[in-house]
């Protein structure tokens, strides 16, 4: 993905968390991944002036306290950080879900695959699109 910038990942599932790393380090994805448990501390993370901001935000959209349509909602209305491209990566293959997140202003949308290499391929081409995407620079 572009440049040394860390990739922000929305994710209350440890699980997935550890399957998303495996899968970076499997792939040589050597860029940073920086997990928060919800969208309030995905949302402390980019709003705390010490952290980089992302290059890109991976979003689950079942949640607690703040879900991910929630936190997208959020992010996209707020002028500091709605340019940061946001993947919604759930496990939801839901029509509502998906157009509510391109209403929102969601980036893509990728559905986990419970297969492990289907989910590499998942991960390789998020990170691929980011690699070779231009991306404004959010004012930094």
């Known amino acids: 993905m572009q440049n040394s910038k860390p990739i922000l990942l929305v994710e209350d599932d440890i699980v997935d968390v550890m399957t998303?790393?495996?899968a970076m380090r499997d792939l040589e994805i050597t860029r940073e991944l920086v997990p928060t448990g919800d969208g309030e501390e995905a949302l402390a993370y980019l709003k705390n002036e010490?952290?980089?901001?992302?290059c890109v935000i991976?979003?689950?959209l079942?949640?607690?306290k703040m879900n991910g349509t929630e936190f997208l909602r959020t992010?996209?209305?707020?002028?500091?950080?709605?340019k940061i491209p946001v993947v919604v990566l759930t496990t939801s293959n839901s029509e509502r879900d998906i157009v509510r997140s391109f209403e929102l202003g969601?980036?893509?949308?990728?559905v986990k695959s419970v297969d492990y290499k289907k989910f590499m391929e998942i991960i390789r081409t998020i990170d691929l699109y980011w690699t070779l995407s231009?991306?404004?620079s959010n004012g930094e």
Do not use: E, W
Not at 106 to 110: H, K, L, T, V
């Open 134 to 136: 231009k991306l404004p």
């Open 62 to 64: 079942n949640m607690p």
């Open 106 to 110: 969601a980036a893509g949308y990728m």
């Open 50 to 54: 010490d952290n980089a901001k992302p």
């Open 20 to 22: 998303i790393r495996r």
């Open 58 to 60: 991976l979003l689950d």
């Open 75 to 82: 992010v996209k209305a707020d002028n500091m950080l709605k």
